[in-house]
């Protein structure tokens, strides 16, 4: 409680008016117009959108894969023939493949050398480890997969480590190992495998999975956000901002209901519940997205017989195929945009609708109230002012050239059906570039105001300019 009070003052120093969803941030000086690069037409490396369960080792299922607008993979097991089969054929594809190490962590050394001779090869994949080896599923530890990959760096410095780190809610764990905090997670992180490549051209990446799309048969408000999510994003987000060196970051989204039926996580996505998710990770500017899952594990443990993915235990596409299709086909449309600024992420900025309140304990938007260091709306220089009725969150960043760039996202739980009608106050703007849905519109502005309309789950990409 003393947390939603502290987030409330917060709201009212920079807003004004929180609770009417309204807040002004400073006037500043008149600007120099400037006109926009064209950035469609500019260099920039694509998203890396990719699955978790790889598909059938064949050639039809990986077109299949690739056209949902994939352009990673993670595969196992290590060492197999299988793995060999699909790195011919993701060669043949332009598919780039992560290989899956679990416990065996001298397989890396063994398997490198004919690996590395596949282009589709990017590295290996290790799934949660903590920071030292645990005694409770004998998993490797951070510090001892950086042993067994330092060598190999040397000698394939081109050869990526993707170390999937566990979420924030997890740390508290009975891991069989000393006890460690959030921050010291990613910090181990960050000394004993991004140092490795700091100094290279590969990708340095920071990945983490933790799925927001909650349901409790139990609870009086049976669907709604995982508190913690957002504050998941934001701790590798501002990791990647404040590092030294360049980091990559990557993040799973839920794509399939999993879990007992009495669990948190037993809610099939829809495509607005993906979307919501994905814009929400453009809003924190990630590098990368990969799905939970792409095909269906098999029934038994944590999954369920009537549970499933984008691809059914028959081989066959399910709608969730198609809804994450369509999502990535939006992300593809824009994406030599937004990657002109996600490098220059600042922050994200929470903002509540004028139809929320906290007196409502099941209309709160606690995830945006969990946030340890939210982005004020006066740091937002360009943006004048801000009304929303519906609770949005505002990613800010700018290109090289010091232009600004705003993701706003429909941040509500999908099943309450919210629609934000939003009011954006750029002051001296004339113009607005509008990403939607992948789209560029470009909307004359009255009196600097940009109107936003957002649907369910929805995000806008907005350049004010001119």
């Known amino acids: 409680m003393l947390k939603r009070i502290l987030g409330i003052g917060l709201a009212l120093t920079f807003c004004g008016l929180a609770a009417a969803g309204c807040a002004k941030g400073g006037s500043g ?43 990673y993979v993670f595969v196992g097991a290590i060492g197999s023939a299988e793995t060999d089969k699909v790195l011919d054929i993701c060669d043949k594809l332009g598919i780039k493949v992560f ?28 799934d949660e480890p903590v920071i030292y080896k645990n005694i409770i599923n004998f998993n490797y530890g951070i510090i001892d997969i950086a042993e067994k990959m330092k060598p190999i760096h040397e000698k394939y410095p081109d050869v990526e480590l993707l170390i999937n780190l566990n979420p924030t809610e997890s740390v508290d764990l009975n891991w069989g190992t000393p006890k460690f905090t959030y921050e010291e997670y990613l910090e181990a992180q960050k000394t004993y495998i991004n140092s490795i490549y700091k100094d290279g051209t590969a990708h340095n990446w920071l990945s983490c999975d933790s799925y927001p799309i909650c349901y409790n ?113 939006e992300l593809r449309s824009f994406e030599k945009v937004y990657k002109q600024f996600n490098s220059g992420w600042l922050g994200v900025c929470p903002v509540y609708g004028t139809n929320n309140t906290s007196a409502d304990e099941f209309y709160f938007n606690k995830s945006m109230d969990a946030l340890a260091n939210p982005l004020e709306l006066k740091r937002l220089s360009e943006l004048k002012g801000f009304e929303t009725d519906e609770d949005v969150i505002i990613g800010y960043m700018k290109d090289g050239s010091g232009n600004p760039g705003f993701m706003v996202v429909n ?24 990403y939607r849905k992948g789209k560029k519109t470009v909307v004359d502005l009255k009196d600097g105001v940009l109107d936003v309309a957002l649907d369910v789950g929805e995000g806008v990409f907005v350049i004010p300019c001119s």
């Open 29 to 71: 000086n008149k600007r120099t117009p400037v006109v926009l690069p064209d950035y469609e037409s500019m260099q920039s490396e694509p998203l890396t959108l990719s699955g978790w369960v790889s598909p059938e080792a064949t050639t039809e299922a990986y077109r299949d894969y690739k056209e949902a607008g994939f352009n």
């Open 99 to 126: 290989v899956n190490v679990y416990k065996d962590v001298d397989a890396m050394g063994v398997t490198v050398e004919k690996y590395s001779k596949h282009v589709s090869f990017a590295g290996y994949n290790f």
């Open 217 to 329: 048969p139990a609870a009086k408000q049976q669907y709604y956000l995982k508190t913690s999510w957002l504050q998941n994003l934001a701790y590798l987000a501002e990791t990647k901002r404040d590092c030294e060196f360049k980091l990559t970051t990557n993040f799973f989204i839920q794509a399939m209901a999993y879990g007992t039926p009495d669990g948190l996580h037993d809610r099939k996505p829809t495509y607005e519940d993906i979307r919501m998710q994905a814009y929400s990770l453009l809003a924190y500017g990630f590098d990368g997205i990969s799905y939970f899952c792409y095909t269906t594990p098999p029934s038994g443990g944590e999954f369920q017989d009537y549970q499933y993915a984008m691809i059914g235990r028959d081989g066959n596409k399910t709608d969730i195929y198609e809804a994450g299709k369509a999502v990535n086909e």
């Open 411 to 434: 941040y509500n739980d999908t099943s309450r059906n919210k629609k934000v009608n939003a009011k954006m106050d750029f002051g001296d703007y004339t113009q607005a570039q509008v």
